[in-house]
């Protein structure tokens, strides 16, 4: 009982609450210590500890520079006032940029945050013949980053965090998901945004070769398509959730198919009001599943309405930039969307990725061209083979499960860059792995946000903050049957139901910009 007092009586006086009466030596600390290298990385350096003042709506805090063997670097924020959690960000794209990691959101509300640029520059040729280099990129580093940041945490503060969550979205939803596969001590809790998932089948290969059939400047579907596109899916699929609001609540229950549902140009010839035979046939196929000699080997892909969505002229190129264009147009010619990430002649964000994932990660040829890469062939079980260590081998994540762990997967129905629908069948064969629905949404509950783009955007509530509702989850046994998001668009409210449910409107007399007009039911409820 004297121990136990003892202990309380050192921590209220030099515990994390009181470390800023001394943080600057105790920041520096962290750099002269002898560190023991995590997992089996070989070593663990620190490169810098330095306190920042607080400021900018930031608290004090010391921030650690480092890196594990010698390619994997980190940054771990150790707020001066600590709330006993860690936060690690995910990545994008290729993941190899710290200083556009978000840390500082969450550090604002004390929290220690830490991310990892991978392992590498953000060259995707930095991947060529560097097998090393890619298993950092797949998985490697993001758990040692974890390790790493656990271990600092306790030495800092004289005590083991009570909570580590991991946040991310798109290579980071898939990051998170390897995690809770792979790694299922290294979180508690886990929110996975937009994740590329087994089952795919080479889905956004197949959308550009599609679209793009000898090569970049062979797009077919010009942008300005896009919204009449969208109008038709609009006029067929809207009013399905018994609502005319611009958000289609079921891609799926719509099935909206370009063969028969857009009009076709008299006489195949090209004008604003119609498709030709031709930008059908592509629309078509990318509706369908990826297949292989005939076979399908991955799942089909609906249109959601975001097709036509504006984002505006964001990026300075004189036009409208549309989320669907991130797929099926090219830019004005042959322009990038991002004129300091795109390599000249790349008609698309995920032209870009993907023929440098087959350059320098699945067939080691720098000269590699995507509009060679051939579905009926070797090709594709060469790139599922050498893409698999990316991401979860199965939908089993029974030993997350296990842990307590919760996981808390979102999706905009109308994301383009991975297919929805993947996501949709990897929570399902996973309900079917651990015993039923009730067992599933037990620690995992997916999120499918209507008429919202890729980790965000477009004309539904896709504004929401995820971070309180998994330590709601976590800290306090409240699972979310809902989140409430918010729409800029059209400056409302709206519930987003945990899969399967959807937010129906209660009555037509109720206002349809509130939240609290809606309830979640089970479809055909």
Aim: one cysteine or more; hydrophobic letters at 35%.
């Amino acid at each position: 009982m004297y121990l136990a007092f003892f202990l309380f009586f050192f921590v209220s006086l030099f515990g994390p609450s009181t470390l800023k009466a001394d943080s600057n030596a105790q920041c520096q600390g962290v750099a002269v210590k002898k560190w023991n290298p995590p997992g089996d990385a070989k070593k663990l350096t620190i490169d810098s500890a330095s306190l920042v003042p607080a400021g900018n709506g930031l608290p004090e805090y010391c921030q650690v520079l480092g890196h594990l063997d010698t390619e994997i670097n980190f940054i771990l924020n150790l707020p001066s006032t600590w709330n006993h959690k860690i936060e690690m960000a995910g990545n994008s794209g290729f993941g190899a940029d710290l200083a556009s990691l978000d840390l500082y959101s969450e550090l604002a509300n004390n929290y220690a945050t830490v991310g990892t640029d991978t392992g590498h520059s953000g060259s995707p040729s930095d991947f060529l013949n560097r097998p090393d280099r890619i298993s950092n990129y797949f998985y490697r580093s993001v758990h040692l980053t974890a390790l790493t940041a656990k271990e600092i945490v306790k030495a800092y503060y004289g005590q083991s965090a009570q909570h580590a969550y991991f946040n991310g979205c798109s290579e980071g939803g898939t990051e998170g998901m390897r995690e809770a596969s792979s790694y299922p001590n290294d979180f508690d809790g886990i929110i996975a945004g937009a994740p590329k998932l087994p089952g795919h089948g080479g889905f956004r290969e197949w959308i550009e070769r599609a679209d793009f059939p000898t090569g970049p400047s062979s797009g077919v579907i010009p942008y300005q398509k896009l919204p009449l596109l969208t109008q038709f899916v609009l006029q067929r699929c809207d009013a399905q959730d018994g609502l005319v609001d611009g958000i289609v609540s079921d891609p799926i229950k719509c099935n909206f198919s370009p063969l028969h549902d857009l009009p076709v140009c008299p006489g195949d010839s090209d004008n604003p009001n119609c498709f030709t035979k031709g930008q059908i046939n592509v629309l078509e196929k990318i509706h369908e599943s990826p297949s292989s000699f005939g076979t399908p080997i991955g799942v089909p892909f609906y249109y959601s309405g975001m097709e036509g969505y504006s984002y505006g002229d964001s990026f300075g190129i004189g036009v409208q930039v549309y989320d669907f264009a991130y797929q099926v147009s090219g830019f004005p010619g042959v322009a990038a969307l991002y004129p300091d990430l795109f390599d000249v002649g790349e008609p698309t964000l995920d032209y870009y990725l993907e023929e440098n994932n087959l350059r320098y990660i699945v067939f080691s040829n720098p000269n590699y061209l995507l509009q060679n890469f051939n579905f009926n062939s070797s090709d594709i079980q060469v790139y599922l083979s050498k893409m698999a260590p990316q991401i979860p081998s199965n939908a089993d994540l029974r030993s997350f499960a296990g842990t307590g762990g919760k996981l808390l997967e979102y999706q905009g129905w109308g994301d383009t860059v991975f297919n929805p629908i993947v996501t949709k069948k990897f929570y399902d064969d996973g309900t079917q792995v651990v015993g039923g629905l009730n067992k599933m949404k037990s620690f995992d509950r997916l999120f499918l946000i209507p008429a919202t783009g890729h980790c965000g955007g477009g004309a539904g509530p896709w504004a929401f903050d995820p971070i309180p509702v998994l330590e709601n989850w976590v800290e306090k046994g409240q699972a979310p049957d809902s989140i409430v998001g918010y729409s800029p668009d059209s400056n409302s409210t709206r519930p987003i139901c945990a899969y399967p449910q959807e937010a129906k409107l209660i009555a037509p007399s109720m206002d349809p910009t509130a939240a609290s007009s809606f309830k979640c039911v089970t479809p055909d409820d």
